[in-house]
């Protein structure tokens, strides 16, 4: 009996997919004003925020694979509401410190916690969707998927923003409980996991899949060099650093505009217009590092948006027929570790040198990853 006989197509179940794949990024999302906001309340010093969100995403990246490898002779729904669970109960756990006033250390303790399982939590909640969805759907999905994403990383830090001045507390306690919400919603695919084969097969990597991951690292340091340098970008200008906005806006609108553009198109592209994608996103990192204008600045950062939900979605889908089919859990934790990995580059290039060359350099990678797509004869 196929997959699609054990699991009929459900558009009830794929909403409740995508709904989950836009929850389950809210505590990155509005992390990092709730967690300043916490930070200054115990410490008066937002630094505690960013060493708290340090430590979330270094997690994710140490544990992406090992959790996934781990949970693997589970069924994938049980495997990722098991995950959420415990991140969940971390969250909470940093709330109640907060609330206590407990030392910091053991918030920054906590953070780490819940961060060491989102990397596992996003490969399974992507391996879930092919039990739901037909292969000629998984674009349009995936498109849908990714304008959620984007808007849920728009909204999740206004939502923090205003929590956080009633409380802090209340701030970290509604993230939680927003990001927990995938365990409740998401479908329950059988007992199958790994497509029915047999755990511990097949090679996690390849020359190929090397390939894909260098892209969405390249691509997650690119667009964390906007997000993460706004600031300074508007005072390169001579503008006030709340005019940040006039780069982060643009970014986040024209990828919304991208992800609908993938959804409605709903076709996997072909290997020249991804490679034209990976150009476009290279001469939009180019025209931010030049800072020519402040026009010329935002055009970079739209050119830079426009393209980030396809090629996303182009790497989700080619990893998909890269990877052995029970190891996709794992594959798909790599690739969001590849992204965080990307804006952890991103962080230390802005931290360890002038705004200027830390463009270039990110520009330079960004080069560098669509040269080796278009070298690359395998897809």
């Known amino acids: ?31 990092p004003i709730a967690f300043s906001l916490v930070a200054l309340a ?39 509401r098991l995950l959420i669970g415990f991140r969940t109960l971390a969250l909470l756990g940093i709330a109640f410190a907060a609330w206590r006033e407990a030392s910091f250390v053991w918030l920054i303790v906590l953070a780490a916690v819940a961060g060491s399982v989102n990397g596992a939590a996003h490969g399974f909640l992507r391996a879930v969707l092919n039990h739901l969805a037909a292969a000629s759907q998984l674009p349009r999905a995936l498109g849908i998927a990714a304008t959620l994403n984007e808007l849920t990383f728009v909204l999740a830090p206004v939502a923090a923003s205003g ?65 993460i340098g706004s600031v300074a970008l508007a005072l390169h200008f001579g503008h006030e650093p709340a005019l940040a906005i006039l780069f982060t806006v643009p970014l986040c609108l024209s990828s919304v505009a ?8 709903n076709r996997r592209a072909s290997r020249p217009i991804v490679l034209a994608q990976l150009c476009v996103m290279a001469l939009g990192s180019a025209l931010v ?22 090629l996303s979605t182009y790497y989700s889908l080619t990893l998909d ?9 794992e594959i798909f934790a790599l690739l969001r570790t590849a992204n965080a990995s990307g804006v952890i580059v991103a962080s ?6 002038p705004l200027p060359l830390a463009l270039v350099v990110i520009t330079a990678l960004m080069t560098m990853a669509a040269l080796t797509v278009a070298l690359h004869r395998r897809p």
């Open 289 to 310: 590092a030049l800072s020519i204008s402040l026009t010329t600045t935002i055009i970079g950062a739209v050119l830079i948006g426009c393209v980030l939900a396809p």
């Open 321 to 329: 027929t890269l990877a052995p089919p029970q190891r996709r859990p």
């Open 348 to 353: 230390g290039v802005l931290t360890v040198t």
């Open 1 to 31: 009996m196929s997959l699609s006989e054990r699991v009929p197509y459900s558009r009830w179940k794929l909403a409740r997919w995508v709904i989950s794949t836009a929850t389950l990024n809210v505590p990155q999302a509005g992390g």
């Open 163 to 227: 929590l956080g001045s009633i409380s802090p507390v209340i701030a970290v306690l509604v993230l939680a409980l927003l990001g927990a919400l995938p365990a409740l919603l998401v479908p329950d695919v059988g007992s199958i996991h790994g497509d029915g084969v047999r755990h511990g097969e097949g090679r996690l990597l390849s020359r190929a899949i090397a390939v894909w991951l260098l892209c969405a690292l390249a691509g997650g340091a690119t667009v964390a060099s906007i997000e």
């Open 42 to 80: 115990l410490m008066h010093d937002t630094r505690g925020g960013a060493a708290m969100m340090l430590a979330m995403t270094l997690a994710q990246v140490a544990g992406a694979v090992p959790l996934a490898r781990l949970a693997r002779r589970l069924p994938v729904a049980t495997c990722l």
């Open 258 to 265: 991208g992800g609908i553009w993938t959804s409605v198109r």
